[in-house]
């Protein structure tokens, strides 16, 4: 399978820090694949005290979203072979459309790493509906993603790329948030809401 779309292993130790920097208790993921990030996530709840199982939401404390149903199948294999099935519910379908019906949910973390063309709607979608807690925090992937990739497979056009810039520089002069871009891999973008 294709092993570069997941988190390497030290961005995922860095997103797991994050969770106990933040305190979360509920994440967003937007973009499973085979579910090596949400299992970062999910052993650092486990670190930080967080129970498994669903809550007072009815659901699990990590939701995470997929438009493929096999990619779905494999994370949920993936997260029993890794003991956070607890942990992780996987709903499949468009995020742009699976996330309108979860506005009534606040969560601590939103990573977003699915299509790079709708991260500017995932964006206002979950600052618009309040759906990110007071010390909530964006993680964005793939935002420095290079026009020229070096695979055989062309992962991303220049298209995507330019409105990747777009969507940083849209984030950057919003007054509502704090942003900073860590230039780590393909980039990582963290937001903050400003209150
Ligand atoms: C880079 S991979 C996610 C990797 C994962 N977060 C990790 O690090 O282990 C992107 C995923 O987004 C999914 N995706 C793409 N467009 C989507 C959409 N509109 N809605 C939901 N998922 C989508 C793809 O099927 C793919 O599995």
Known sequence: MMAYMSVEDYQGILQGFLVGLV?????LEIGTFTGTSA???AHALKRNGVKGGADETGHKPI????????????????FIEAGVEDYIE??????????????????????????KISYRNY???????DMLNKNGLFIFDNTAFPLDVPTDERLISTKTAIMLHEFNEYIRKDPR???????????????????
Do not use: C, W
């Open 39 to 41: 299992i970062f996530f």
């Open 90 to 115: 996987v709903l499949v379908g468009d995020a742009n459309e699976i996330i309108k019906s979860l506005t009534d949910i606040t969560f601590d973390i939103a990573f977003v790493d699915a299509d």
């Open 63 to 78: 939701i995470t979203l997929d438009i493929s149903e096999e990619f779905a199948e494999t994370s949920r294999q993936n």
């Open 23 to 27: 305190g979360a208790k509920r994440i």
């Open 177 to 195: 948030v704090e942003v900073v871009m860590l230039p780590l891999y393909t980039g990582i973008t963290l937001v903050r809401l400003l209150h």
């Open 123 to 129: 964006y206002e979608t979950i600052v618009n509906n």
